[in-house]
C-alpha cells in the first residue's frame, strides 16, 4: 500500500479512536480496531493506549499472523488483534472490525436478552439482526470461536459480559455501526421506561429489506419468511430455533400482536432485571 494512504487510515484510525473516547464507548484503554490494508498486512491500535489519545506511529502493522511488521518503540499490538484476523480471513469482504464497550450495547450484552427487532428503519437497513456471541475470555481464541455461528450473516454482535464488536468494508463504515446500535440500545431503554413499544409490521419490514436489497446489501431475512423477521433474536436461519413464541398464526393482525407480546416481555423482563 502506498505509504501515504497507509499514512492517512493511521490518522484516521487515530480520529475514530478520539470520537469512541469523546462518546464514552470506551473508558481507560479499552477497545481496540483494526483495518486489512492488503492481503497480508492490517493495521492495529495498540495495547494499552487509550483510544481518545493515540498518534498515527502508536498504530502497529502486522501481518495475517499477528506477526509484528511495524510497531513504534514501547508499542505493542491488542491481543484481541487475533480475533479481528480470524474475521479477516473468514470474510474477504471484511475490511475493518471495531471493537469498544458502548454502555447501553453492553448493558444489553450483559443482560443477555435478544434486542427487539423491527423498531428503526435505519437499524434494520445499516445494521440488521445483533446475535449476542457466549462469553468468550478476553485475548483468547475463545472469542473468535463465539462469533462463528453467526459470522456468515451478520457484521454486527454484542459479545456477552462484554461489549459489541462491528465489521465492514472500511473503519468509517464498522465505525457507524457501533454508533448505530450503541444510538438503538439507548433508545430501547428510553422504551422501557415509557413502558409500551409500537412495532414495524411485516409489510413494512418487507419493503425495507428491498431498500436494503436495492443498495446492494445483504440480510438473510431476504430468503426468510417475512412473517418470522420480526421475532426478537438471531435463529441463525434455522426454523427450529426460533422460539415456541414465535408460532404465528395466519392472520397478521394476530401475528403483529404476539409479535408486539414478545417485545413487551423482553422490555419486562429488562425492566424486573434491574
Ligand atoms: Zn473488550
Request: aromatic share 0%; charged share 25%; with cysteine.
Given at each position: 500500500m502506498a505509504i501515504m494512504r497507509e499514512w492517512e487510515i493511521r490518522e484516521l484510525m487515530c480520529d475514530i479512536g478520539r470520537r469512541a473516547w469523546q462518546r464514552g464507548f470506551v473508558a481507560a484503554n479499552e477497545g481496540n480496531f483494526s483495518v486489512r490494508i492488503s492481503e497480508d498486512e492490517v493495521l492495529t491500535t495498540p495495547t494499552l493506549v487509550s483510544k481518545g489519545f493515540?498518534?498515527?506511529?502508536d498504530i502497529c502493522k502486522v501481518d495475517m499472523e499477528g506477526n509484528v511488521l511495524d510497531a513504534r518503540r514501547g508499542r505493542k499490538p491488542t491481543s484481541e488483534v487475533i480475533m479481528h484476523i480470524g474475521l479477516y480471513q473468514r470474510r474477504s469482504d471484511i475490511k475493518a472490525v471495531v471493537h469498544l464497550h458502548p454502555p447501553y450495547a453492553t448493558a444489553f450484552a450483559v443482560a443477555g436478552e435478544p434486542l427487539p427487532k423491527c423498531i428503526l428503519p435505519e437499524v434494520e437497513i445499516f445494521v440488521g439482526e445483533i446475535p449476542i456471541a457466549e462469553y468468550g475470555t478476553p485475548g483468547t481464541p475463545e472469542l473468535m470461536e463465539s462469533l462463528l455461528p453467526f459470522l456468515e450473516n451478520h457484521d454486527t454482535f454484542l459479545l456477552a459480559n462484554h461489549g459489541a464488536l462491528t465489521a465492514g468494508k472500511d473503519i468509517i463504515d464498522a465505525y457507524y455501526k457501533m454508533e448505530i446500535l450503541e444510538s438503538y440500545c439507548k433508545i430501547l431503554i428510553i422504551l422501557q421506561q415509557i413502558g409500551k413499544i409500537r412495532q414495524l409490521n411485516p409489510e413494512h419490514m418487507r419493503r425495507l429489506l428491498a431498500i436494503k436489497e436495492r443498495m446492494g446489501l445483504s440480510d438473510r431475512?431476504?430468503?426468510?419468511?417475512?412473517?418470522?423477521?420480526?421475532?426478537?433474536?438471531?435463529?441463525n436461519g434455522i426454523e427450529k430455533d426460533i422460539p415456541k413464541s414465535a408460532e404465528l398464526p395466519q392472520n397478521s393482525s394476530d401475528e403483529q400482536g404476539i409479535v408486539e407480546e414478545v417485545v413487551q416481555e423482553v422490555l419486562r423482563r429488562l425492566g424486573e432485571a434491574k
Open positions: 493515540m498518534e498515527p506511529e431475512r431476504l430468503q426468510c419468511d417475512i412473517r418470522h423477521v420480526c421475532v426478537p433474536g438471531v435463529s
